[in-house]
């Protein structure tokens, strides 16, 4: 009796791996949205409803937001997130906000192309796909509201969308000269006419000049 729950339980663990394994993002516009709206939904009431069904769906069908090259970088990233079993919060959420928020950035169309492709590239080396959220976490505050960092008591943040993304030995956002703003319980400083890189995987930032 033992041997057969065993070999029921092997099967059955078996039948899931293959499930995942075979899960694939499905080609039309419609039944896309759908299956995005549903994972979110499944971890978190409601949520896919919002974010999904009101905010993406509208920007997605509307012909002239996104480009059908953007909709096929925003889908191979998808899927590359589906291979990696990667978690809807925080790898899904922060990527589609940050697709999202991309729109009223003020960057040009070949660098949402460029940042996407820094995306991938991360997402797909085994060394250092776990900084991804990372990196996404930091784009979408820029391209929210110019913060490239925050936590409970601290937010770092430009005043202008000048900033470049960029990946050598690691991932990183290059700003040009900028006023940048430290806001801290209630409280605020700013480096006037400062520069510098910000490495989002290691939580640094180094700067050139500024008062």
């Not at 993406?56 to 889908?75: H, I």
């Not at 079993?85 to 906000?97: E, T």
């Not at 319980?185 to 939580?203: A, H, M, N, W």
């Amino acid at each position: 009796m033992k041997k057969i729950l065993f070999l029921l339980f092997t099967l059955f663990i078996s039948l899931v791996v293959s499930a995942q394994k075979g899960e694939k993002l499905p080609d039309e516009d419609e039944k896309m949205l759908s299956y995005l709206t549903n994972i979110f939904d499944d971890q978190r009431k409601d949520y896919g409803k919002d974010q999904i069904e009101k905010k993406l769906a509208k920007m997605w069908l509307e012909g002239n937001v996104y480009t059908e090259e953007q909709k096929k970088q925003f889908r191979e990233t998808l899927t590359l997130f589906i291979d990696n079993k990667s978690k809807i919060f925080p790898d899904y959420d922060n990527y589609i906000q940050a697709f999202m928020y991309f729109q009223n950035s003020g960057k040009s169309e070949s660098e949402l192309k460029g940042w996407n492709d820094i995306v991938i590239r991360i997402y797909s080396d085994k060394k250092i796909k776990k900084y991804g959220a990372e990196f996404v976490e930091t784009s979408l505050g820029l391209f929210r509201d110019l913060t490239f960092y925050k936590n409970e008591s601290l937010q770092w943040k430009t005043n202008n969308n000048t900033y470049r993304f960029a990946f050598d030995s690691l991932p990183h956002v290059a700003f040009d000269e900028m006023n940048l703003k430290c806001l801290s319980r209630g409280d605020s400083s700013v480096i006037y006419k400062t520069s510098g890189i910000y490495f989002p995987t290691l939580e640094k930032f180094y700067g050139n000049e500024g008062r």
